[in-house]
């Protein structure tokens, strides 16, 4: 190569470094890595970008600069939106992790009965919008709900609605992370502690607590930054109650200031990013915490503790089946508080509602559309990361683009695809109301969690396989689909479950997406509660957690079937 041109060196070493020899294995790597490239950029930057872009311009298009954010910061309930917001995101934050650790707590380090039925009951939250329990506060202390007595003088339609809500909503995400945490403790700590003579309530501070230190800053953001972007709740037994969320829905639906709904966006993605990059910082360290050499910790009997842990537990499981069971009653009630009478009308949703069917078969076909799209992009572009060869740096890039996708809040994700594809110089114009553009914004807001399930199972496949599939010089992209797709398939299943159930349950990601032939369950909920006919919204929303409960079911069921089948190996 001496007799090339200097640049023609400088590009062939670039070249080099990029691919090198192009055989068909890098070719079509390098394809992959680009097209999920190419899906972030115009599923995630590009709609922030045109959102940030908007957020500069007036209401007729011309470039105003920063003049809607010195006019959107000077205005007096700005201070008081932020406050509100911030002040709910800590007070649940403190709420949830006091009462997730100490559930979690009783889970991992006590032997108390019945451990199975508390945690599927801590769960079922996930399994359902956030606007359900909103409904189900309205049912208990509403005007006129049977137990409005307990709050005094206080409304349920402000703070504590929401902090209720949103509480009961992010606790089952607190409690997976602790169960987490504490699970990776190291027994020979303990051991130490009892040969020192230390008593138990000393070893619960000085082992205990530290060990789970990252796991609860870890769980401390994640409900924080759920807290602050969640718009269901707010909207629902808010009231007059203002925070970012119920805000950037008021000023583009109501008000149709869509620059001023961009500007409340940019507020709002800020503490959201700041929070994400917390989490990215903590978890991390807890990696670095975990200790492959660690010796599991198993909790002995002992009376009065696992006494105290079933009773900790019991009452926040029945206080959780009282809010579910009291939106279920409530839709099931003929005419709520004067006739108790039990009926299935407010399930007749063809003749009790404008939308009849529709957004329930939406919903469904939404979620296999989302579970299906998004499954099979996760995998190939996580084993592209995890198991590729060449290309580091666009490995590199397309991970960290896979975690950017967290840090977005849904409701400003879907205002982003106003400014991005509803409009007329947009080529993908078309796909807007549709639910092809809803799945690709249910993929991408909750890619990173089917991302990090995917690469975990990929981590865990012994390295060995790949080396017998080279020295047999058998491709990578063969090796995927008999050995690699195969041993995946429970961690498959699990991302497939997780985005279906997602994708049936959300309101924020696709409260502006939508259109007359493609409103879906959730927004059908909000409306019907707009409009006062609570008793059908609370059916609707009912409706949407049975599905996602007998499809979490399912999957249970296949799960230990696929266990079994496909992951002898681990075991022989």
């Known amino acids: 190569m001496t007799h090339l041109p200097q640049t023609m060196t400088a590009r062939y070493s670039i070249w080099q470094r990029l691919g090198g020899n192009w055989s068909l294995d890098k070719r079509i790597q390098l394809a992959l890595l680009l097209l999920g490239i190419a899906l972030f950029v115009g599923g995630l930057l590009l709609p ?4 940030l872009q908007k957020s500069l311009q007036d209401s007729e298009g011309a470039w105003v600069g920063f003049a809607n954010f010195r006019d959107y910061l000077s205005a007096p309930s700005l201070g008081r939106t932020i406050g509100n917001t911030l002040w709910l995101g800590f007070l649940v934050t403190l709420l949830v992790i006091t009462i997730a650790f100490g559930y979690a707590y009783a889970l991992t380090r006590t032997q108390m009965r019945g451990k199975s039925l508390f945690r599927l009951i801590a769960l079922l939250p996930l399994l359902m919008p956030s606007l359900l329990p909103a409904i189900s506060l309205v049912y208990w202390f509403g005007n006129q709900g049977i137990a409005k007595g307990l709050l005094g003088n206080q409304t349920v339609y402000g703070p504590i609605g929401i902090a209720l809500g949103l509480g009961f909503w992010c606790f089952p995400h607190a409690l997976m992370i602790l169960i987490t945490s504490l699970s990776h403790s190291d027994a020979r700590h303990y051991e130490a502690a009892r040969v020192l003579g230390s008593p138990a309530w000393r070893t619960f501070f000085i082992v205990t607590l530290p060990g789970a230190r990252y796991g609860l800053l870890s769980a401390a953001i994640a409900v924080f930054t759920l807290t602050i972007c969640d718009f269901g709740v707010a909207k629902v037994i808010g009231g007059q109650y203002s925070v970012l969320a119920t805000d950037i829905y008021i000023q583009v639906v109501g008000m149709q200031n869509f620059s001023l709904g961009a500007v409340t966006s940019v507020v709002l993605l800020l503490p959201a990013l700041l929070s994400f990059a917390l989490e990215q910082r903590v978890r991390s360290k807890m990696q670095e915490q975990n200790n492959s050499r660690a010796i599991p910790y198993q909790p002995a009997p002992h009376r009065l503790r696992d006494l105290l842990a079933l009773l900790w537990c019991s009452l926040w499981a029945l206080l959780f089946l009282a809010l579910v069971g009291m939106a ?9 508080p004067y006739k108790l009478t039990l009926t299935l009308d407010h399930y007749a949703f063809s003749s009790n509602s404008v939308y009849g069917w529709l957004p329930f078969i939406n919903t469904l076909k939404l979620g296999a559309l989302t579970a299906t799209g998004g499954t099979a992009i996760i ?16 490995r590199q890039l397309i991970h960290l683009l896979a975690m950017l996708s967290l840090a977005v809040p849904g409701i ?17 114009g078309s796909l807007y109301g549709t639910l092809p553009l809803m799945a690709l914004s249910c993929v991408i807001h909750y890619y990173t969690v089917g991302h990090m399930t995917a690469l975990t199972s990929l981590k865990q496949l012994p390295k060995e396989l790949e080396l017998v599939a080279i020295s047999l ?3 990578q992209f063969k090796t995927f689909w008999r050995i690699t797709l195969p041993a995946s398939l429970p961690a498959l299943l699990e991302i497939f479950i997780y985005l279906f159930v997602n994708a049936m349950t ?13 409103v879906l369950a959730s927004i059908a ?4 509660e707009d409009s006062g006919d609570t008793a059908a919204a609370a059916a609707m929303a009912t409706l949407i957690l049975l599905t ?17 089948k496909t992951q002898r190996w681990r075991h022989g």
Request: net charge positive; no cysteine.
């Open 525 to 528: 909920v909000l409306n019907m």
């Open 506 to 518: 959300t309101t924020s990601a696709v409260i502006f997406l939508y259109s007359s032939d493609s």
């Open 473 to 475: 010089r058998i491709s």
């Open 328 to 336: 279920i009653y409530g839709s099931l009630v003929q005419f709520w």
């Open 379 to 394: 995998v190939i572009i996580a084993w592209v990361q995890e198991k590729g060869h060449h290309f580091a740096l666009l």
């Open 548 to 564: 996602a409960a007998n499809v979490k079911l399912i999957q249970l069921g296949l799960s230990r079937t696929l266990l079994r």
């Open 412 to 428: 400003v994700l879907g205002l982003g695809y106003i400014f991005f594809f509803n409009r007329p110089d947009s080529l993908l």
């Open 48 to 51: 922030v970008l045109s959102m």
